[in-house]
């Protein structure tokens, strides 16, 4: 009888166990509500677009987004932020919500009046996909995302965003300049504003991909050692984020947080319990856009 006890007590314990593993594998965040629409709070708009003759990437195809928020106007410059990924940020059916998140904050004056580049990685076929997202996945995107180089930062200063800016002033301040991207596109993000600071100032990463796909694991020690940046950083990953043959994520950012307090970089990292996805990311993304940009104005 009291074996059968055991035994009952035992299978109950393992049970529970793994019901708690489950818990903790499924650990989810809730949006809060900076991002759902509300009554009165002017829209911005979105377009989409294709850039299909890449010199950078050659023989890539790829899409973008160009958010405007309503309060943007010819007269007078806006700030700038870039996505990667763009198709998984502009959604207003993600994660991430950004012209959601841009519309409440900017009505709210809790960050300025910012244009939204919304980049998706390129696809090495003659004609994009009929459908946008991941169907077929874009062959040169970790090439784009991945690479330790200045290759992406060039594609986005001399063909994106000289394009956009045929229709739409953003400022030439890095200041009002900021870089965003999950995963790969958030270490790529840091690798722009790393190569290029004289044009970007501000990074958000989420699940940044800092591993050895392509040498990503070496920033922490790059940034122990290289000139200090005039950077704002902020890092987001969790506990459950992917652990593979190319490294393990929650503690590759732990590294680059590491890395940037001991050079007393302006950063800040929000470590949760998600896994890799953008769900953590979106929960939080108000407060992070609140954060990074913090005390900047756009000139009168």
């Known amino acids: 009888m009291r074996l059968r006890h055991l ?11 793994c019901a708690s593993l489950v818990v903790a594998e499924e650990q989810r965040y809730e949006l809060g509500p900076d991002s759902v629409r509300h009554e009165g709070v002017p829209r911005g708009t979105v377009t ?6 890449s010199q950078v990437f ?5 899409r973008y987004y160009v958010y405007v928020p309503a309060q943007y106007t010819p007269d007078k410059p806006a700030a700038l932020m870039v996505f990667q990924d763009g198709h998984a940020h502009v959604s207003e059916t993600g994660d991430m919500r950004v012209p959601i998140v841009f519309d409440n904050l900017i009505h709210a004056g809790e960050m300025p009046v910012t244009v939204g580049v919304f980049v998706d990685p390129g696809h090495k076929k003659e004609q994009l996909p009929q459908e946008k997202g991941w169907s077929p996945k874009p062959e040169n995107r970790s090439v784009e995302y991945d690479t330790l180089s200045a290759d992406y930062a060039e594609f986005l200063l001399t063909e994106i965003l000289p394009e956009v800016a045929k229709d739409y002033r ?3 301040d890095p200041d009002g300049r900021a870089i965003c991207g999950m995963s790969s596109g958030g270490i790529c993000a840091f690798t722009v504003a790393w190569e290029r600071p004289e044009a970007f100032h501000k990074v958000l990463s989420h699940i940044g991909s800092f591993t050895n796909i392509r040498g990503g694991d070496r920033y922490p020690g790059i940034i122990r050692k290289a000139e200090k940046r005039p950077l704002r950083v902020f890092l987001q990953d969790g506990s459950a984020d992917l ?3 190319h490294g393990n994520w929650p503690l590759a950012n732990q590294q680059m947080a590491s890395a940037l307090k001991f050079r007393d970089y302006d950063y800040k990292f929000v470590y949760g319990e998600g896994a890799h996805n953008g769900n953590h990311g979106g929960a939080i993304l108000p407060d992070s856009l609140r954060w990074l940009w913090r005390d900047y104005q756009l000139p009168e």
């Not at 035994?7 to 166990?17: K, N, Q, S, V």
């Not at 989409?48 to 003759?53: A, G, K, M, P, V």
């Open 170 to 172: 953003f400022t030439d």
């Open 58 to 62: 050659a023989d890539t195809v790829r």
């Open 243 to 245: 652990d593979n043959a």
């Open 48 to 53: 989409q677009h294709e850039w299909l003759d």
């Open 7 to 17: 035994r009952a007590t035992i299978a109950l314990t393992l049970i529970l166990g």
